[in-house]
């Protein structure tokens, strides 16, 4: 393989470095209006009533959109669960939700008529934490606050627990966090009597277009969703966002209308799911894993979003990759009346891993067993069936496991780094879980392979920098033994390229890619038929090389065979790729592959000041065979890099329903300054995914497993344990406090 | 705004003068993106934190999303669209692609120009000196790794 494996050029690079590409934010549509929107300064209200007449009557302004204008539809919709309004409907679930919209001539105008728009409330009580949620006789976010719940079990946990020497019981919490994509939400929305376009910022086109066909009435053809590049997603723009309330808009509005969201609109439109999670686990004191509860709760906001398929995942990955006897799982995905938690890059997944891979550590340390070894010895292997009903597993994660205590230098529980600073210790830590990926594989591919021998992948895969326009072209270009350069790639156009599920759950170069992979073999079919006539040989006497079939020691062009056919320069041959659950090859049941998530980190904690810093993180991923190796390492440090925000200080505040931090300023991100000074992906490739050319998906894995690595290697450092996220210098020094004061501190280890 | 309160300012984009009428409290970023079409400044935080809307300003990084126009008057302004010369890409663009210095690419004409000026002040700067000087540019997509490797090895493309 020439093309595949190789860092080629990215083809959107070029486009990105002069600033010539364009996101949505940067596109004109002749006769658009500009949107802006009134958001409710109340976490959960009654409106009694809304008075637009000053603003319908502002000069400038096109239209105005309150719930009174969705009198003839249902306005209702979500991924799954359909809960959320289009635009408030009698009352208002969380601070930020949109109470009446205005499309204007420019934005000073449609500023100064939101002024004029006259809103009265009465408050409810206000549901602020999943405590509250839970409590008997509480108010109500939605009928119930119980959004969602699954659960599952094998074994006996009962009779489990009897059979363990030692039972743990912990509880762990995870904060609410902030994708903040440098880009916020943006759509231009045109509703007219053909039907609905809409330009989009979104990973899941044909999703968006779907709901909004059902929303509005239309056909699946009279709906376009036009997806650009995107700024950034990590899941914020999974499933269906603000396009509702844009296309809303422009039907009253009569014309295009752009409603561009700041960060904070954003911050408070979709975050990642807060959890507490309680495991209560059984082990013989030999270090065997026996019986495990899990006990999940999962804060979704005012709304579902994609919460039950969090909830969902959230169980599916709280056992880790062991091996458990007994089991028992309960999630539940609850509303408060805070912005709605949705798709978050692994979802589900650093939550379970936090509190799974925090408490095996724990474990590890009461029974005096080095931690590497006592994951080792419970770690499912491939082929092993780590869930029931589902495929078996299929990552190495022991290998894995091994290759990131090698990489950060892990010598044993008792061998800890020494640092010649005073007030400073350092640790090591490590943490390895699976994340169910690849959500479902529905994909679709068209490749067309032109007159002149060059090539065109349609794919519906939006490239949202993971680098996917660029990965498509290698696979086409490789199957068709064509040079990269004669193929390009057409993207995420609902009225032009073929269905696709979603662009997330790690899932694009495996399902699309091996749609792509089926259809330039259909294509090489239609070429072997044709060239078996041109030679009189049969198909099993030709092969591909350089743009031509060849037969002995003659050849004939790509080109001079869709000539031959179309008998003239003109004309092109099409190849189908159809990715169903019913594809031949290793795609039946779920998941579509397992995704390790696999971290290494040595901290160095000050012990003046409860700061951590990250000295060396090493995550490791079994990529199958990587088709760009570069921008593979790219997406495993990128997902690392989130994991270190996470861990060490983002976190959205509300308090009584307001969000307190809706801002860059105080909601801090990773910057330069975080990154540790040893920061290194593996990648493990055996080719064995069900991707093309054995490739399997990564860019998740170390996002979930950052957290307990590096609350590993602070226990280590310090011997102090902490259960919640972030960890920041105020938690991690009043930890030590009680530590050392309070009796509390553990510290079997000895400086190494 | 009446038309009394306008501004007439000339200033130089890319090279070339720009004279134009403005509100006083037009901001840098609108006049660039609105007005003079060049849409490589991206739109993000809106507070001076992300580094998405940086242009230089006499070779000095500005955030333009809390910048004046008005400030502007009389300066040399480099948009990312000024950078390449001709069909030339800079040492820094070519270095962004071939060490995959980038994913989504929002905020890579800020942090390709917030570099540019680094390596003018100081052509060799250490890991260290470029984690501190770059910190006020956010990427979110890339953990910052390649974008440190890029700018390494455009420092030395550029000695070259």
Redesign the interface.
């Given at each position: 393989m020439a093309i595949v494996g190789t860092?080629t050029?990215?083809p959107?690079?070029?486009?990105?470095?002069?600033?010539?590409?364009?996101?949505v934010?940067?596109l004109e549509i002749p006769g658009m209006a500009h949107a802006k929107v009134l958001s409710s300064p109340l976490p959960h209200a009654r409106i009694l009533r809304i008075d637009a007449s000053k603003a319908r009557a502002l000069p400038g302004v096109f239209g105005v959109l309150t719930a009174h204008e969705l009198g003839d539809m249902d306005p209702y919709y979500g991924s799954d669960i359909k809960d959320r309004p289009i635009i408030a409907i009698d009352k208002v679930r969380y601070e930020g939700e949109p109470v009446a919209a205005v499309a204007a001539v420019d934005l000073e105008t449609a500023e100064a008529a939101l002024d004029l728009i006259d809103v009265e409330y009465e408050e409810l009580p206000v549901i602020a934490t999943m405590n509250d949620a839970l409590t008997d006789g509480a108010a109500t976010v939605h009928q119930s606050n119980l959004c969602h719940e699954s659960h599952y079990e094998w074994g006996n946990t009962e009779e489990g627990f009897a059979e363990a020497d030692r039972i743990f019981e912990d509880t762990f919490t995870f904060p609410m966090v902030y994708?903040?994509?440098?880009?916020?939400h943006t759509v231009i929305a045109r509703y007219d009597e053909l039907g609905i376009t809409v330009w989009d910022s979104a990973q899941h086109p044909f999703l968006v277009r779907n709901e909004l066909a059902r929303l509005f009435g239309l056909s699946l053809n009279r709906v376009q969703v036009v997806v650009p590049?995107?700024?950034?997603?990590?899941g914020s723009k999974s499933y269906i966002k603000i396009e509702p309330l844009a296309v809303a808009l422009s039907r009253e509005a009569k014309r295009p209308v752009k409603l561009?969201y700041?960060?904070e609109q954003s911050a408070k439109t979709v975050r990642r799911h807060a959890a507490s999670i309680t495991l209560k686990t059984g082990v013989r004191n030999d270090g065997s894993f026996v019986a495990r509860d899990c006990q999940i709760r999962l804060d979704t906001g005012a709304y579902a979003d994609n919460g039950n398929r969090v909830t969902d995942r959230c169980a599916d990955q709280v056992p880790g990759p062991y091996l458990w006897p007994h089991l028992t799982v309960t999630s539940k995905g609850l509303y408060t009346n805070t912005g709605a938690a949705g798709s978050f890059r692994a979802i589900g997944g650093p939550q379970a891993a936090w509190a799974s891979e925090s408490q095996v550590d724990m474990i590890a340390d009461a029974l005096g067993i080095d931690p590497l070894e006592l994951r080792l010895k419970n770690l499912g292997a491939p082929g092993d069936v780590i869930r029931q009903g589902k495929n078996p597993l299929d990552a190495d994660i022991a290998t894995g496991l091994k290759e990131a205590a090698k990489g950060v230098g892990w010598a044993g529980r008792g061998a800890k780094p020494v640092t010649q600073e005073k007030e400073t210790k350092r640790g090591i830590g490590l943490a390895c879980s699976v994340l169910n990926a690849g959500a479902s594989p529905t994909s679709t591919a068209l490749v067309r392979l032109h007159a002149d021998g060059s090539a065109t992948a349609m794919v519906s895969t939006v490239e949202?920098?993971?680098?996917s326009k660029g990965v498509m072209a290698q696979i086409a270009a490789e199957e068709l033994c064509i040079p990269l350069e004669k193929v390009g790639v057409v993207a995420s156009d609902t009225a032009i390229v073929p269905y696709d599920r979603s662009t997330g759950a790690s899932r694009s170069t495996t399902l699309v890619g091996l749609a792509v992979q089926l259809g330039a073999k259909e294509i090489k079919q239609q070429l072997l038929d044709l060239a078996s006539k041109h030679f009189e040989a049969p198909e099993d006497k030709l092969a591909f090389a350089d743009s031509s079939v060849v037969f002995g020691q003659e050849s004939i062009t790509y080109a001079q065979l869709i000539r031959q056919m179309f008998g003239g320069p003109a004309g092109e041959l099409m190849g189908r790729g159809y990715v169903t659950p019913q594809t031949e090859g290793p795609l039946k049941g779920l998941p579509v592959f397992w995704e390790m998530a696999v971290v290494g980190a040595e901290v160095e904690v000050n012990e003046k000041t409860g700061a951590i810093r990250v000295l060396r993180l090493v995550s490791v991923s079994d990529i199958g065979k990587a088709i760009n190796p570069?921008?593979a390492?790219?997406?495993d440090?990128?997902?690392?890099?989130?994991g270190i925000g996470h861990t060490l200080f983002e976190e959205l505040i509300y308090e009584d329903g307001q969000l307190l931090n809706p801002?860059?300023?105080d909601y801090r991100?990773?910057?330069?300054?975080?990154?540790p000074d040893g920061?290194e992906t593996i990648l493990i490739e055996n080719e064995d995914g069900p991707g093309p050319f054995g490739a399997k998906g990564i860019g998740e894995g170390p996002i979930a497993a950052v957290a307990p690595a590096i609350a590993n290697a602070v226990f280590q450092a310090t011997g102090v344990r902490i259960k919640e996220l972030p960890l920041t210098p105020e938690r991690v020094w009043r930890a030590l406090q009680a530590g050392t004061s309070g009796g509390h501190k553990v510290d079997a280890l000895t400086e190494g | 705004m009446s038309e009394d309160h306008r501004l007439q300012i000339s200033f130089v984009v890319n090279g070339r003068p720009v004279d134009t009428e403005i509100e006083p409290h037009l901001l840098l970023l609108d006049l660039l993106r609105d007005k003079l079409a060049l849409k490589g400044a991206k739109r993000s935080c809106d507070m001076q934190v992300c580094g998405a809307c940086t242009v230089l300003v006499d070779g000095n990084p500005v955030s333009s999303c809390t910048y004046l126009a008005f400030e502007a008057r009389g300066t040399d302004v480099t948009t990312i669209e000024g950078l390449a010369d001709g069909e030339k890409l800079h040492p820094l663009m070519e270095a962004f692609i071939d060490n995959a210095g980038l994913q989504c690419g929002f905020c890579t004409p800020g942090m390709i120009l917030a570099a540019k000026s680094l390596l003018d002040l100081n052509p060799r700067p250490s890991v260290e000196e470029v984690k501190e000087y770059m910190r006020g540019n956010l990427c979110r997509c890339t953990g910052y790794k390649k974008i440190l490797e890029s700018i390494e090895d455009a420092a030395q493309r550029m000695q070259g």
């Open positions: 860092s050029r990215r959107d690079y070029l486009d990105k470095v002069t600033g010539k590409g364009a996101y934010g940067d994708h903040y994509s440098l880009e916020p590049y995107v700024g950034g997603g990590f561009a700041s960060v949202v920098g993971q680098g570069k921008q390492e790219g997406q440090e990128g997902a690392a890099m989130q801002n860059l300023v991100v990773p910057s330069f300054e975080e990154v920061f | -």
